[in-house]
């Protein structure tokens, strides 16, 4: 289930609210483009999205050795919390694990 952020939410109560008073006709030309710009002014001035950035740990003879290491000691942390706390991917812990790379 993706969470609507707050100012998404209060674009579309706006969104909401103009579209009944315009189907009522209870607001003025100049008035509608006024709420029109306001709200185009806010879809224009939302943050673009930040990709997720991680230094991905180089590959070395160590790597595997470290990602048996962790899981002997932390036998409940599953594959993804691995791959987070040593900076790599999921992939290179199943490779691993499962025994398709040394």
């Keep these: ?11 579309r109560a706006f969104l ?5 008073v315009v189907a009522k006709k209870q607001v003025t030309r100049a008035v509608l483009l006024r709420h029109l710009r306001l709200l185009r002014s806010q879809l224009r ?3 673009q999205a930040k990709g997720r950035v991680t230094a991905a740990l180089r590959k070395s003879p160590q790597l595997p050795i ?4 962790l899981k002997a000691l932390h036998p409940e942390y599953s594959m993804q919390e691995i791959a987070q ?10 490779e691993v694990l499962r025994g398709k790379r040394r």
């Design 1 to 11: 289930m993706k969470i609507i952020p707050t100012t998404k939410l209060k674009q």
């Design 16 to 20: 909401d609210a103009l579209i009944d």
């Design 45 to 47: 001035n939302r943050p």
């Design 66 to 69: 470290r990602i048996r290491r």
């Design 85 to 94: 706390h040593l900076k790599i991917s999921i992939g290179r812990v199943s």
